[in-house]
């Protein structure tokens, strides 16, 4: 009965010196993560703007606003759709072909290559996002590098694919842009999700006649499970809270209803014109996107965990 007594009372005391140790970090993300959403949540319900001191409690009328009346002729509606022409064009591919380049690179590895490859592929989501955004703007005009090359690959000369001008190119090119960037990023994740699987789970299915195509949907898929849901969400977030990238582009001169994404609408609509409430309503609008999606991907792989392989 001592020693139950005892341990009981050396682990209350490691219990409270853990806790001790986590209270900065618990009241420095409350501060800087808590204490925003609790104040755009508060100032939607308002019609609070950047100029002035004076504001009252509104309701839900900027909620209403938002999506009946639109918001100067970019309306919440159509930033929603932006947003989710980019979030599927660019999220579905990022995950498959990152995953698909981590599986080739340690497949084709080599002493001392491995390396370099890792960081050929990360070096662009270090770049700045407006440098890259303002480079490939450049590279998108029709006399840029990216139209000479259409022309090149579908036999045309002199063609403007107009990359910056149509409405479709124009969200294809912020998808190239944004793909482009972050690849790399999630495949040094797949490839540190790749390398922590035992190699003897592999060479026991080598023994057993497993071909690659097998080991991978077998093998390789369901260890790495937890990898692709930490990469999807990270990606799905990083998709839908795009900014710079549009932004640059309609800087430049580019068009901003095709681009205008939710993230650019609460910039127009809180720092450009002032209106902070509507602003904080879109934000928290977006909050509550990012949480729908996150807990969809998670019962996604809660009802997954039970399948046999």
């Given at each position: 009965?001592?020693?139950?007594?005892?341990?009981?009372?050396?682990?209350?005391?490691?219990?409270?010196?853990?806790?001790l140790?986590?209270?900065?970090c618990?009241?420095?993300?409350a501060?800087?993560?808590?204490?925003?959403?609790?104040?755009?949540?508060?100032?939607?319900?308002?019609?609070?703007?950047?100029?002035?001191?004076?504001?009252d409690?509104?309701?839900?009328?900027?909620?209403?606003?938002?999506f009946?009346?639109?918001n100067g002729?970019?309306?919440?509606?159509?930033?929603?759709?932006?947003?989710g022409?980019?979030?599927?064009?660019?999220?579905?591919?990022m995950?498959?072909?990152?995953?698909?380049?981590?599986?080739l690179?340690?497949?084709?590895?080599k002493?001392?290559?491995?390396?370099?490859?890792?960081?050929?592929?990360?070096l662009?989501?270090?770049?700045?996002?407006?440098?890259?955004?303002?480079?490939?703007?450049?590279?998108?005009?029709p006399t840029?590098?990216?139209?000479q090359?259409?022309?090149?690959?579908?036999?045309?000369?002199?063609?403007?694919f107009?990359?910056?001008?149509?409405?479709?190119?124009?969200v294809?090119?912020?998808?190239i842009v944004?793909?482009?960037?972050?690849?790399?990023?999630f495949t040094?994740?797949?490839i540190?999700?790749?390398?922590?699987?035992?190699?003897?789970?592999?060479?026991?299915?080598?023994?057993?006649?497993?071909?690659?195509?097998?080991?991978f949907?077998?093998?390789?898929?369901?260890?790495?499970?937890?990898t692709?849901?930490?990469?999807?969400?990270?990606?799905?977030?990083q998709?839908?809270?795009t900014f710079?990238?549009?932004?640059?582009?309609?800087?430049?001169?580019?068009?901003?209803?095709?681009?205008?994404?939710i993230?650019?609408?609460?910039?127009?609509?809180?720092?450009r014109?002032?209106?902070l409430?509507?602003?904080?309503?879109?934000?928290?609008?977006?909050?509550?996107?990012?949480?729908?999606f996150?807990?969809?991907?998670?019962?996604?792989?809660?009802g997954?965990?039970?399948?046999e392989?």
């Amino acid at each position: 009965m001592k020693s139950k007594t005892k341990s009981y009372s050396i682990e209350r005391k490691q219990a409270k010196f853990g806790f001790l140790f986590t209270v900065p970090c618990l009241l420095f993300f409350a501060m800087f993560s808590f204490y925003p959403i609790i104040n755009a949540f508060t100032t939607s319900l308002t019609n609070r703007k950047a100029v002035g001191r004076n504001w009252d409690f509104t309701g839900l009328e900027n909620y209403i606003y938002l999506f009946t009346k639109g918001n100067g002729g970019f309306s919440l509606v159509n930033s929603l759709k932006a947003t989710g022409f980019f979030t599927l064009g660019c999220f579905i591919p990022m995950v498959v072909i990152s995953l698909l380049l981590a599986v080739l690179i340690m497949q084709l590895r080599k002493p001392g290559q491995s390396k370099f490859f890792e960081l050929a592929y990360y070096l662009p989501a270090v770049l700045s996002s407006v440098v890259a955004a303002t480079i490939w703007r450049i590279m998108f005009q029709p006399t840029g590098l990216i139209n000479q090359f259409s022309n090149t690959i579908m036999f045309t000369s002199g063609r403007d694919f107009q990359w910056l001008t149509s409405n479709n190119m124009l969200v294809a090119s912020t998808i190239i842009v944004y793909f482009w960037k972050y690849i790399g990023y999630f495949t040094i994740l797949f490839i540190t999700g790749l390398a922590s699987i035992p190699p003897t789970i592999y060479e026991a299915a080598i023994v057993d006649g497993s071909s690659r195509w097998h080991t991978f949907w077998k093998i390789t898929l369901p260890l790495l499970k937890p990898t692709i849901m930490l990469v999807s969400i990270m990606a799905m977030l990083q998709c839908l809270k795009t900014f710079s990238t549009q932004y640059m582009f309609v800087q430049g001169g580019t068009a901003r209803l095709p681009i205008d994404v939710i993230t650019m609408n609460i910039y127009f609509t809180g720092i450009r014109n002032g209106y902070l409430g509507r602003a904080s309503a879109m934000s928290i609008i977006l909050f509550v996107i990012m949480l729908f999606f996150t807990y969809l991907q998670f019962t996604f792989q809660k009802g997954g965990e039970d399948v046999e392989y």
